[in-house]
């Protein structure tokens, strides 16, 4: 059936009155389908999220030993006040801004290269490193950095063991080292992830673009740098804002290397700091003000790549 | 692929030091990517002694039945109750997202109704909230409402899947004819009949893809379950697997229980992968969504 087809088969309207009523059993039906979603989406995220934002602006005081109940004020910002101030969510925060400044470049500085080396002739085996490239990515995150923190620790780790036989420094779970080492985690991980999206994005280009490049005389180099890096500055954008977002919720890696090493404190990211703040401290307000205000700060860092990267395009 | 192939014959050797360094680049690589996960092989099936005394890269005395014993007896025999509690959070989470998820697509993409564009722009908005970020508002809500430290305290927000939604509207539009559900009415056939006969026949390619992203995301899911469940009967496999390598520490006879473990809380994730290849592929690149 041809489109014109469609549209007049679709748009038959008569008389007013009983299109309007169509129209109402239409939208019974529709939101009868939704409704589930809806339901479940209204509970489950839009409330918690209100109820966080109500607990950010309470203070709950337990009274006399804690048998007598306790008492809840509203305090305004007072909660939000304390968060700025806070010398250790200001480290996790700094902390995690230096991460992700060097670990999402080069990530996604590495799964560029990938793509386009699978996009080009030069790449032989594709398939076999494809796959290898996306193993990571299919072993669950815990357990990838279950794996990893064992591979620093000095006595088990295979890794370990030649560093220090070559004379190399091997200290991968030291007060400096331990950052770049969770970094290593999460490349190891999403690496292979962001390069399928590059790659997928290279492959959907008009092949003739290339192929005209390529006659008028254009190196492969010049075709990569010049044509198709700028083509998939979108598929780029994407996966730089879900790293960034990934990077300032940042939680199991470093949880999991904290069990084997002091170096990783209770409040190593901001994340961190939320959990600390409600289970090490029983301060549920406390909690939900780091989390309210590392959401905000995550949409606003998300929002103001976005704009930054579609300026650069115009 | 012709011209580009007579380009490189004709440039010789210069393409051919390319050639060779991008297999040497993609070899390096690949090793990085490979070793850890050949390392917990090989780790998970020696023994104490020999974890730390032979080369880790290699195989040595062949332990793995023994530890394979000792990981389903160890603490209480917790290890299968957590496999299983994986399971069910999984394949019902995904299960229940999968239908919950392809109704509202359906909805979105098929029927006209007064907030329909408010429902899909909060459908947009729920696909880029960090789950991470809400699993802590999640905690204060559900403890309110004596949800913590049961099931349904992880598997019913399991149930939400906003990019399950958005997939499931994008190719209901795409391959739904609206033809075919006129004709359906016209036959007599209630909504619901369409919806159960007719609708999720046709879009079950991207049902199997939902399905596949929620039982990878619901297994994978560390901080929802850390923060409800305190029973550790209630917990899933990668909760209890950290706390077990939160002893190893302590005590290094629980190193290759926790490798064996880890090992084995792996393998239905990686079938998964690598069986579904095709579907997760065209889920990943739809939009692309980190699981």
């Given at each position: 059936m041809s489109t014109v087809e469609r549209v007049l088969l679709a748009s038959p309207r008569p008389a007013v009155k009983t299109r309007r009523a169509h129209l109402s059993r239409e939208s019974r039906h529709g939101l009868a389908f939704l409704a589930p979603f809806l339901l479940l989406f209204a509970a489950f995220q839009v409330i918690p999220v209100g109820y966080a934002v109500w607990q950010a602006v309470h203070r709950t005081v337990q009274s006399g030993l804690g048998f007598g109940g306790s008492t809840t004020t509203f305090v305004g910002l007072d909660n939000f006040v304390r968060v700025v101030e806070d010398p250790a969510v200001r480290a996790a925060v700094l902390r995690m801004l230096l991460f992700g400044v060097v670990q999402v470049p080069f990530m996604l500085g590495l799964a560029l290269l990938m793509a386009l080396l699978f996009d080009s002739t030069l790449a032989r085996l594709k398939r076999f490193f494809q796959l290898g490239a996306f193993l990571p990515f299919a072993v669950p995150g815990v357990i990838g950095a279950i794996l990893w923190s064992f591979l620093y620790l000095p006595g088990i780790s295979p890794v370990v063991g030649v560093l220090t036989a070559l004379h190399l420094p091997h200290g991968f779970l030291g007060p400096r080292a331990v950052l770049w080492s969770i970094a290593n985690i999460t490349t190891w991980q999403w690496t292979g992830y962001n390069m399928l999206i590059i790659y997928a994005a290279l492959q959907a280009l008009p092949r003739e673009l290339i192929e005209a490049a390529r006659v008028d005389g254009a190196s492969g180099l010049q075709v990569s740098l010049r044509i198709k890096v700028p083509l998939v500055r979108p598929a780029l954008v994407l996966t730089a804002v879900f790293s960034i977002i990934g990077t300032l919720q940042?939680?199991?890696?470093?949880?999991?290397?904290?069990?084997?090493?002091g170096n990783v404190t209770a409040t190593y990211t901001p994340i961190m700091a939320a959990y600390y703040a409600?289970?090490?401290?029983?301060d549920a307000n406390y909690?939900?003000?780091?989390?309210v205000t590392l959401a905000v700060v995550t949409f606003a860092l998300s929002y103001a790549f976005m704009r930054i990267a579609q300026r650069g395009q115009r | 692929m012709t011209s580009s192939g007579a380009v490189q014959r004709r440039n010789g050797s210069p393409a051919v030091t390319a050639q060779a360094l991008t297999l040497a680049f993609f070899l390096a690589l690949t090793a990085y990517f490979l070793v850890p996960v050949y390392w917990l092989v090989?780790?998970?099936?020696?023994?104490?002694?020999?974890?730390?005394a032979t080369n880790g890269l290699w195989f040595a005395h062949v332990n793995f039945g023994q530890t394979l014993r000792d990981l389903f007896h160890y603490d209480d025999a917790l290890f299968s109750r957590w496999l299983l509690n994986s399971f069910g959070y999984a394949g019902l989470g995904a299960l229940g997202g999968t239908l919950v998820s392809a109704m509202a697509g359906y909805a979105l993409a098929k029927y006209r109704f007064p907030g329909r564009e408010a429902a899909f722009a909060l459908?947009?908005?729920?696909?880029l909230m960090p789950p991470t970020l809400l699993a802590l508002p999640l905690f204060l809500l559900e403890s309110k409402l004596s949800l913590t430290n049961t099931y349904w305290g992880v598997l019913l927000p399991s149930l939400i899947t906003p990019f399950g939604v958005y997939l499931a509207r994008v190719y209901a539009a795409i391959s739904v004819p609206d033809e075919l559900l006129e004709a359906g009415r016209v036959d007599g056939a209630g909504e619901l009949r369409i919806f159960t006969t007719i609708v999720l026949r046709i879009m079950s390619p991207a049902l199997v893809t939902i399905f596949l992203f929620q039982f990878v995301a619901i297994w994978n899911n560390f901080f929802l379950p850390l923060v409800v469940l305190?029973?550790?009967n209630l917990w899933p496999v990668t909760l209890g697997l950290y706390a077990w390598q939160g002893k190893a520490i302590l005590f290094p006879d629980v190193v290759r229980i926790v490798l064996a473990g880890a090992l084995v809380a792996t393998l239905p994730l990686v079938v998964v992968f690598f069986s579904m290849q095709r579907y997760l592929?065209?889920?990943?690149?739809?939009?692309?969504?980190k699981a």
């Open positions: 940042l939680f199991s890696e470093p949880t999991i290397v904290r069990s084997l090493t409600a289970f090490g401290r029983n909690a939900a003000a780091i989390a | 090989v780790a998970a099936t020696k023994t104490t002694a020999d974890l730390t459908v947009l908005g729920g696909v305190n029973d550790r592929r065209s889920g990943l690149t739809a939009g692309g969504v």
